[in-house]
């Protein structure tokens, strides 16, 4: 167990649709990330959130948006979905600003119909 | 784009013998990470190289950085079936201002009992 949790565990909608993924970051980690990971491309870097703020950006499509809240919770928000979007979503998080270390949470599997 | 390259894509191996994934970046990197994802779950830090040259071992694992770090290289002695997984690389970029990771497309390992 990473102390990374995230929900849902699974996720099935249907294209056009908008849904919320949900990361809470292990206690004391004030960075998070997503990740999108599916069959073909690996592990796909989307944005990164530091102590609320967003600290890098990587290949996140317009469609996509995130947040992290005060209480450094983070969330996802995938819409206008496209069959192309069903993936594992994996988020992460660090203790600081840089990317090391990072602890992933049990992902959420999206699956777009 | 910037780009993270790791070979061979998959690895079957007797169980015993050794294994090596190899890693290579078209830039120069801060550092370089590696994760394990066991089959079903999400990755997990491993290790991280920062200096030019730098070996490293756990167990019966080793890591090395490249001199002009831009390879790195993972090499298991003696695999167990515990060594089961995808091994993914992730370099950090030297200077820049991104600050995220990108992740090579990860090398999957069976090992035959």
């Known amino acids: 167990d990473s102390g990374v949790t995230q929900t849902p565990k699974h996720l099935i909608t249907a294209t056009g649709q908008r849904v919320t993924l949900r990361c809470s970051p292990r206690?004391?980690?004030?960075?998070v990330y997503w990740y999108q990971q599916s069959l073909d491309q690996g592990l796909q870097f989307l944005i990164q959130?530091?102590?609320?703020?967003?600290?890098a950006k990587g290949n996140i499509l317009e469609r996509f948006s995130a947040q992290q809240f005060p209480d450094l919770h983070s969330e996802l928000n995938l819409s206008s979905l496209e069959l192309g979007d069903s993936a594992l979503y994996f988020c992460?998080?660090?203790?600081?600003?840089?990317?090391?270390?990072?602890?992933f949470g049990p992902g959420t599997r999206l699956t777009v119909t | 784009g910037q780009q993270v390259m790791q070979i061979p894509q998959y690895q079957h191996v007797q169980e015993g013998e050794d294994f090596t994934t190899y890693c290579n970046s078209s830039?120069?990197?801060?550092?370089i990470q590696w994760y394990k994802q066991r089959p079903g779950g999400h990755p997990v830090f491993l290790i991280q190289?920062?200096?030019?040259?730098e070996v490293k071992k756990q167990k019966r694992l080793t890591f090395q950085f490249g001199e002009a770090k831009k390879n790195s290289s993972l090499h298991i002695t003696a695999t167990q079936t515990t060594d089961v997984g995808t091994y993914f690389c992730?370099?950090?970029?030297?200077?820049?201002?991104?600050?995220?990771?990108?992740f090579g497309k990860g090398t999957k390992l069976s090992v035959k009992p």
């Open positions: 992460a998080s660090s203790v600081g600003a840089v990317p090391y270390e990072q602890y």
């Open positions: 206690s004391g980690d004030l960075s």
């Open positions: 959130y530091y102590n609320g703020e967003e600290r």
């Open positions: 830039t120069t990197l801060s550092n």
């Open positions: 190289l920062v200096k030019s040259g």
């Open positions: 992730a370099g950090e970029l030297r200077g820049g201002s991104q600050g995220n990771l990108i």
